[in-house]
Nanobody, 122 residues
Framework: QVELVESGGGLVQAGGSLRLSCAASGRTFSSYGMGWFRQAPGKEREFVATISWSGGRTYYADSVKGRFTISRDNAKNTVYLQMNSLKPEDTAVYYC???????????????WGQGTQVTVSS
C-alpha cells in the first residue's frame, strides 16, 4: 500500500504559477508511474498528466499541454506538477495517484492522495 501526501496548493491570480508536490511512501517509488488528476466543483474528476516510473515519458491532457509540467525525483519519492499561466478554469482539487492506467475514456489508479485545493482568481 502506498501513502500519498500532496502539498503546494493555494490561491493565485490568473497568469500566475504554482508547483504542487506529492510525497509517496510505502513502496519502492521508482517502480511505478504516477499521475495528477483534478476535480472542479460539480464536475467529475479528470486526468491532468502522467509520468513513467523513470520520468522518461510524460503525457498531458490537451487543456494543460504547454502550461503544466509533470516531473519526479525518485531519490526524494516525490512527483511534482509545475503549473504556469494558470486560468480560472484550472480551479479544482488536485490529486496525485499511483499507477494510472487509461481505459479509453476512463482511468484506473492504484492509490489516491487526499488532494490539495488550487484556486485561480480572475
Amino acid at each position: 500500500q502506498v501513502e500519498l501526501v500532496e502539498s503546494g496548493g493555494g490561491l493565485v491570480q490568473a497568469g500566475g504559477s504554482l508547483r504542487l508536490s506529492c510525497a509517496a511512501s510505502g513502496r519502492t517509488f521508482s517502480s511505478y508511474g504516477m499521475g495528477w488528476f483534478r476535480q472542479a466543483p460539480g464536475k467529475e474528476r479528470e486526468f491532468v498528466a502522467t509520468i513513467s516510473w523513470s520520468g522518461g515519458r510524460t503525457y498531458y491532457a490537451d487543456s494543460v499541454k504547454g502550461r503544466f509540467t509533470i516531473s519526479r525525483d525518485n531519490a526524494k519519492n516525490t512527483v511534482y506538477l509545475q503549473m504556469n499561466s494558470l486560468k480560472p478554469e484550472d480551479t479544482a482539487v488536485y490529486y496525485c495517484a499511483t499507477e494510472p492506467a487509461n481505459y479509453g475514456s476512463s482511468w484506473r489508479v492504484g492509490s489516491w492522495g487526499q488532494g490539495t485545493q488550487v484556486t485561480v482568481s480572475s
